[in-house]
């Protein structure tokens, strides 16, 4: 059903002039405290946006919030407006299943359901009413997430059988599967060793040109390595947003150059 | 299942499309499902409570607490409830003498100083023992316990309270035991690293550190256990006979509380008399002394757990 | 040093042969239990044994001892575990999911969860007059299966509901994220994936109590379920006995012979309940081999 949305986007000529998220004085409170405050910027379309910072200052709180995964964290609430497409996903009458089908989500740990390679992908896709060919879709993602080589003649297997690595592009697969407006990835290599880690970049630059990505990170390298644009947080508050040359070469603020050159944090 | 129907084309929505009716169906479903444990708990007090008052429009409460004489069928009758308490009280105190040091050295052994091979291997047997019909101790109580007791003490009577109370003693013995040594087990290794640091002996350890770090749940399980004894009946009323008995002794027949609800529910009494309402009067007390103890158990546990999560 | 004093010396002795005679009496008192309850299981089987032949279960009671049987309580009981595996389980596991997964946190679910640990410790002998009051009079059901599987449902639903919810809390929550990310409702979650993983669980609680509300007796008494039922019965609203009931009434009579027929009685309660819990652990097993 996105498949066509998706192919419409690839063909837009005015490619990453438009913002898929518009986040604006956004804050994230645990029962009444503050953990993101007022967080205004956008994400652009097809482009990947890194958000950097210490342990601690709001970065993964602030991406679950853009597929409303923190509805399932006991007394959050949200202040401020996100709008996707121009609908607010904080709005009264919006129903966050369909924020999830449409903003896919990696997560830190590889997280493959107990099933087979085949299941973990084709389940996303099976229950939102999928209606065309699944053995393509399963490829196609699997390829996609460079996996298709190594799990091609054991799909059946079990994903747990896979390597952490192997699990975790699994993971990108499945999201994949959904054809998502955006993809959110919360630290995903951070559970992985260093091989696996330069496998996850390396896709992550295949699927740059086609969809938008939001990467949380605590590793630097990585977010001056894979990203468009980056976002330096800092106890909460968005210290600077700009393009990942400017942030890591020229940044504006003291506290984000302090931070880029590791004399912090 | 749910609506899947996704609104698909280009400009997509994320508004709610309609309710899903199947999501909604199953939610009222599960709802209704949870629901039925509190409707059982209502049913029960409703039931219990309105009975019990019929039966006090006829027999005075001073008499049913404080009375002395349970005679409910034969004329003239006699409504003094203590004779069944004190047989249901003679039976649980005799099972805990029994059950509590037995069962608290089996949980001490287990947790304390047998291997982890013998105790994977006697902890589900113990498990599997907890499970056996009561029924089936009651047959053990008159075919195997009672005979040996008479010929230890030759003036018992054939249905007595030192029976009943040693089965409903060995019925309780694996819960105690098992509950103990999982309390036992919870207690952190590093206490136990501490004390023998300082040149504590094994039984200075146990004494003196893990029971007292573990005593809250060590006495959970004693009251859950005391009160499955007090609700126990098949084994009492197999074993210790139907007779109310206010004397202080073993060696006689009694009744309990329970054993005189099977009596009256096999048929003695006439439904919608006075003495059918005794079942709910006694029944009335035996939910709300076990459920006194259940609760003491639980707020002993919670503060349990404060300490250890 | 004071520590080095003989007394502190012969003190030390003295500990540590308590401590050893401590460990020892633990010891002697746990393989005691167990072998007390070993005596029970051999002693039953050896009164019954003689008497448990194809004959015994295949006939009705009879004041005949030689002619006595368990075919009715037998067949009770078996309909007495599909009937309240109909009812119980899935009043029971639902309402274990909507606690886990549906339930907000909150004063109400709290109420609820103080009510199940409550209700686990009520006396059988209570349900049993709430079914006697319930479903034989008020619901007008007679003295039939079905009231006595109601019964025995309202019965063992704590203990399904709690062992469901143990295991449904071992789900990790990495598994419903993964699955609510992807666009999943609630309930498309619970049923794809928490259900499943843990179903070994679950099954393995549901089972055990099962063989809870099979080996009761006192309910079953309360509701009236016969004792001498020379019938079998043909579907839930017909009367019944079974097993521990029949073993109840052998088991309350004085003649020898009567007692050793409720001893076969009892080898065939334990064999159905060693069977149920075969069963569980075959599943758990199963389930355990084809997630692995």
């Not at chain 1, 002039?17 to 379309?45: F, H, M």
């Not at chain 1, 919360?186 to 990505?213: N, V």
């Not at chain 2, 037995?102 to 304390?112: D, K, M, T």
């Not at chain 3, 540590?16 to 460990?23: E, G, N």
Request: charge should be neutral; include cysteine; proline fraction near 4%.
């Amino acid at each position: 059903m996105d498949a066509r949305e998706n192919a419409d986007a690839a063909a837009d000529k005015k490619k990453g002039t438009e913002a898929v998220l518009d986040l604006q004085d956004v804050s994230v409170l645990y029962s009444g405290k503050p953990a993101v405050r007022n967080v205004s910027c956008a994400i652009w379309r097809n482009r990947i946006t890194s958000i950097i910072g210490p342990s601690g200052c709001g970065k993964s709180t602030l991406l679950r919030s853009l597929n409303r995964m923190n509805d399932f964290v006991d007394g959050v609430s949200i202040e401020g407006k996100i709008l996707f497409a121009g609908q607010n996903l904080y709005g009264g009458d919006v129903d966050p299943v369909e924020v999830r089908r449409r903003i896919g989500m990696v997560f830190q740990k590889p997280n493959p359901f107990p099933k087979s390679i085949y299941a973990n992908i084709s389940w996303g896709p099976s229950i939102n009413g999928y209606d065309g060919s699944m053995d393509e879709l399963v490829e196609r993602s699997l390829q996609q997430a460079a996996l298709w080589e190594e799990v091609k003649d054991r799909l059946h297997d079990s994903a747990l059988n896979l390597s952490g690595g192997q699990q975790q592009r699994l993971c990108i697969a499945r999201a994949l599967a959904m054809e998502p407006q955006v993809l959110l990835m919360d630290e995903p290599c951070s559970a992985l060793d260093p091989i696996s880690t330069a496998h996850i970049e390396d896709l992550l630059f295949e699927l740059q040109s086609r969809y938008t990505i939001v990467i949380v990170t605590h590793n630097m390298q990585q977010a001056a390595r894979v990203s468009d644009y980056t976002a330096f947080m800092e106890t909460g508050s968005l210290v600077e947003f700009g393009e990942t040359d400017q942030i890591f070469t020229r940044p504006e603020k003291k506290r984000t150059e302090e931070y880029v050159t590791g004399r912090f944090g | 299942m749910s609506s899947s129907s996704g609104q698909s084309s280009v400009s997509f929505s994320i508004r709610k499309g309609g309710l899903r009716w199947g999501e909604t169906a199953i939610k009222t479903w599960l709802r209704i499902c949870t629901l039925v444990s509190l409707f059982t708990t209502v049913a029960i007090v409703v039931l219990l409570l309105a009975e019990s008052l019929g039966f006090f429009r006829e027999v005075s409460p001073l008499e049913f607490f404080f009375g002395t004489r349970w005679v409910p069928l034969l004329n003239p009758s006699s409504f003094g409830v203590l004779p069944l308490v004190w047989g249901t009280t003679l039976i649980t105190v005799g099972a805990a003498v029994i059950a509590i040091p037995l069962g608290l050295a089996s949980a001490i052994y287990l947790s304390e100083y047998a291997s982890d091979r013998v105790r994977a291997w006697v902890k589900p047997v113990l498990e599997l023992l907890a499970g056996i019909p009561t029924v089936v101790y009651g047959y053990f109580a008159l075919t195997f316990v009672t005979p040996v007791l008479r010929t230890l003490i030759p003036d018992i009577q054939v249905f007595n309270a030192l029976s009943g109370a040693i089965v409903v003693g060995i019925m309780i013995l694996p819960t105690i035991a098992t509950l103990s040594d999982n309390a036992l087990r919870a207690v952190p290794v590093s206490l136990r690293q501490a004390a023998y640091a300082v040149g504590a002996t094994s039984y200075e350890v146990t004494t003196r550190i893990v029971v007292p770090a573990g005593l809250s749940g060590v006495m959970a399980s004693f009251l859950l256990a005391i009160s499955r004894a007090i609700g126990e009946t098949m084994a009492v009323t197999l074993a210790s006979g139907q007779t109310p008995n206010l004397e202080f002794t073993m060696l006689e027949s009694i009744q309990t509380m329970t054993a005189y609800i099977v009596q009256i529910s096999l048929g003695d009494a006439p439904s919608g008399g006075v003495a059918y309402q005794t079942l709910f009067a006694v029944a009335t007390m035996l939910f709300f002394i076990t459920l006194l103890i259940n609760i003491i158990s639980q707020w002993i546990l919670g503060r349990f757990r404060e300490v250890y999560d | 040093m004071a520590f080095s004093s003989e007394q502190e010396q012969r003190n030390l002795v003295a500990r540590h042969r308590r401590s050893r005679l401590f460990a020892r009496l633990c010891a002697v008192v746990t393989w005691s239990s167990v072998f007390l309850l070993a005596v029970l299981l051999v002693r039953v089987s050896l009164d019954g044994l003689s008497w448990l032949d194809w004959q015994f279960l295949d006939s009705f009671p009879s004041r005949i001892p030689e002619r006595a049987g368990i075919k009715a309580a037998l067949v009770g009981t078996l309909w007495m575990i599909v009937l309240v595996a109909l009812i119980a389980i899935p009043v029971g596991v639902s309402a274990a999911l909507y606690l886990e997964e549906f339930a907000k946190r909150g004063r109400l679910s709290r109420l609820i969860e103080v009510n199940i640990a409550n209700l686990a410790g009520v006396p059988s002998i209570v349900y049993g007059i709430l079914g006697l009051a319930i479903f034989v009079r008020f619901f007008a059901l007679e003295r039939s299966l079905i009231s006595g599987a109601l019964t025995m449902s309202l019965l063992i639903l704590p203990v399904i509901i709690i062992a469901s919810r143990e295991a449904i809390r071992m789900v990790p929550m990495s598994i419903r994220y993964a699955a609510l990310s992807l666009g999943a409702t609630r309930w498309q979650t619970t049923w794809s994936h928490v259900l499943p993983s843990a179903f070994p669980g679950i099954m393995t609680g549901v089972i055990l109590a099962l063989s809870r509300a099979i080996g009761e007796t006192a309910p079953l008494i309360l509701i009236g379920a016969m004792s001498f039922v020379a019938f079998l019965p043909q579907g839930p609203m017909d009367s019944f006995t079974a097993l521990p009931i029949q073993i109840y009434d052998w088991a309350s009579r004085p003649q020898a012979e009567f007692q050793e027929l409720a001893a076969a009685g009892i080898i065939v309660l334990l064999i159905v309940l060693l069977l149920m819990n075969a069963t569980a652990i075959y599943i758990r097993n199963k389930t355990e081999k084809r997630q692995k």
